[in-house]
């Protein structure tokens, strides 16, 4: 009997002292976890500032290939003008997220939003035998942080375009929807690309995991930080993203976001 309870006592001392180990280490994580944030959101500041700097640069060499044209020169300096503060303004959005501030949400008109995205993408769509249609009703409004909202928009708009730029289709289609349901508003972005592998499904929103096969094109294959943006985002949001694809189909992203802030007072 005396040995059975010299064992257990021994036994949770072990427990005890494993317990104090684990809520060291916990403690030492919470600690490095700011530091962890502060390295993973400069990486995604780089992705973003890559969406808006590569539209850019495609204006400014048009304009050099066509001096004469003093029309394309104003476009390509407004279109500069209008991005560098979107730059700006999307620096302060990403730096206040990693400090854990609360960001400026308000009520925007959907169709808005959505609408400034493609033409700061400044990409016809046709050229790359893409049919794009956009269903929004007019009076839509999502509560939202709109600079943050439209950086996760343009991610999975250029990520659909890629998936479909890379299937075998030779007929691409490209939706985007938004709509209201009960108290949220859904907002969808799908194609009918290459779609999604059933063993990435769970580890798509990880940070650094990318789907792109690493024999794309240079450029072309990803750094695993646009979906890992998207879903911190609108984690912020109190919201949700999801993913529903078919191998060689289709895919839909489906975001649904509150209609009113729900975070505590």
Do not use: W
């Given at each position: 009997m005396e040995g059975l309870l010299e064992k257990r006592q021994s036994l949770n001392h072990q427990v005890k002292k494993q317990q104090e180990i684990n809520e060291a280490l916990l403690s030492q994580i919470n600690h490095l976890q700011p530091l962890a944030n502060l390295g993973l959101v400069s990486a995604m500041i780089a992705h973003e500032m890559n969406n808006i700097l590569t539209p850019l640069g495609s204006y400014a060499e048009l304009s050099m290939s066509h001096p004469e044209d003093n029309e394309l020169a104003q476009k390509a300096i407004r279109k500069t003008a209008i991005n560098s503060e979107r730059a700006a303004k999307i620096l302060h959005s990403m730096l206040t997220m990693a400090r854990g501030q609360k960001?400026?949400?308000?009520?925007?008109?959907?169709?808005?939003?959505?609408?400034?995205?493609?033409?700061?993408?400044?990409?016809?769509?046709?050229?790359?035998?893409?049919?794009?249609?956009?269903?929004?009703?007019?009076?839509?409004?999502?509560?939202?942080?709109?600079?943050?909202?439209?950086?996760?928009?343009?991610?999975?708009?250029?990520?659909?375009?890629?998936?479909?730029?890379?299937?075998?289709?030779?007929?691409?289609?490209?939706?985007?929807?938004?709509?209201?349901?009960?108290?949220?508003?859904?907002?969808?972005?799908?194609?009918?690309?290459?779609?999604?592998?059933?063993?990435?499904?769970?580890?798509?929103?990880?940070?650094?995991?990318?789907?792109?096969?690493?024999?794309?094109?240079?450029?072309?294959?990803?750094?695993?930080?646009?979906?890992?943006?998207?879903?911190?985002?609108?984690?912020?949001?109190?919201?949700?993203?999801s993913v529903i694809s078919s191998p060689e189909t289709s895919t839909t992203f489906k975001i649904t976001l509150p209609q009113q802030d729900e975070s505590p007072n």
């Open positions: 960001q400026d949400k308000k009520d925007h008109n959907v169709k808005s939003l959505i609408d400034e995205v493609f033409t700061l993408i400044a990409r016809d769509f046709s050229k790359d035998r893409i049919k794009l249609t956009v269903n929004i009703p007019d009076d839509l409004t999502v509560y939202a942080e709109a600079i943050c909202l439209q950086q996760v928009m343009m991610n999975l708009i250029l990520n659909a375009r890629d998936a479909i730029v890379s299937s075998k289709t030779t007929s691409g289609a490209l939706g985007v929807s938004a709509y209201s349901q009960e108290d949220s508003i859904v907002i969808e972005v799908s194609d009918n690309g290459c779609g999604v592998e059933a063993t990435d499904m769970e580890k798509i929103f990880d940070a650094f995991y990318s789907t792109k096969s690493e024999n794309q094109k240079p450029g072309e294959s990803g750094a695993g930080l646009g979906l890992a943006f998207c879903k911190k985002v609108i984690d912020d949001h109190n919201g949700s993203i």
